[in-house]
């Protein structure tokens, strides 16, 4: 299955862009000199095994883990390009409550267990501004109905939920404020194969509707194929091999990237 269609580019600079980024704990490398451009609609997937450094570029790149060294640069809705990690931290917390998203790869991460459903949807809309409790509750219901919650469950707790609706849930709290970027850290992991496939399809579809820009990190290479235009492949901290998704997975040039692959053609 093919990724999503790429939307068409504007003569604009770089939604984000990574310039050098370096990130350590003590003298360990999480991941070294890393670099790329993202622009509006486009989805960049970042692969590899676990320690490869693709967690600790998600972390500096949503601006939860500052770098040691290097730049993350996002353009403001205003069209001024600025450095993450240059700005206030009240305008780093504006942006993650607005401009962007971040999905975590447990929901529990990401969620309020102790409200309801439709609080944990209706708060992100209250964070930018929204104060009529009719409305917030008309859009909250709405996204629970994108992402396939049953509407009568509003006023239910997430602890009462699946892990898929839970998911399910973490997605509807942070797109209902219509972000430019997304993150995404292994949105389908721990999840049954029938559950990951309906959450693919959504994310899919809501990513393409909605116009988003994303970064999803992932281990597995069947979920980058199907949501991401554009691979970086990951080991030991640095960038081996990127490309066009379908030309990294179907001829790899790097031997580790074509060890990736064979692993899966062997499954």
């Not at 050098?20 to 509006?40: A, E, I, K, Q």
């Not at 949503?62 to 240059?86: K, M």
């Not at 994310?203 to 281990?219: C, E, W």
């Amino acid at each position: 299955m093919s990724a999503l269609p790429l939307l068409a580019e504007d003569e604009l600079p770089p939604l984000l862009s990574a310039r050098d980024v370096t990130v350590t704990y003590g003298n360990r490398v999480g991941c070294r000199d890393v670099s790329f451009d993202l622009w509006p609609g486009e989805v960049l997937g970042i692969v590899g095994e676990s320690g490869s450094g693709k967690t600790s570029l998600l972390g500096a790149l949503s601006a939860r883990l500052a770098p040691a060294s290097g730049q993350v640069l996002y353009r403001l809705r205003d069209g001024t390009t600025e450095d993450v990690y240059a700005l206030s931290e009240p305008m780093r917390r504006l942006l993650l409550r607005t401009d962007w998203g971040v999905v975590h790869q447990n929901p529990r991460d990401g969620l309020r267990l102790g409200v309801s459903a439709g609080a944990n949807v209706g708060e992100k809309l209250m964070a930018i501004g929204a104060r009529n409790y009719a409305a917030i509750r008309c859009q909250a219901t709405e996204w629970l109905d994108k992402v396939e919650i049953p509407t009568d469950r509003i006023d239910d707790p997430p602890s009462s939920f699946s892990g898929g609706m839970q998911q399910r849930l973490q997605i509807a709290r942070n797109l209902v404020t219509k972000p430019r970027l997304v993150f995404m850290d292994e949105p389908t992991g721990g999840l049954d194969v029938s559950v990951q496939a309906r959450l693919l399809d959504l994310i899919r579809g809501l990513v393409a509707d909605l116009g988003l820009a994303a970064v999803i990190v992932t281990h597995d290479l069947a979920v980058a194929r199907l949501l991401a235009h554009r691979l970086m492949v990951m080991r030991g901290g640095v960038v081996v091999e990127t490309g066009l998704t379908d030309q990294v997975l179907d001829d790899p040039q790097h031997p580790y990237t074509q060890l990736l692959v064979a692993s899966i053609l062997q499954v």
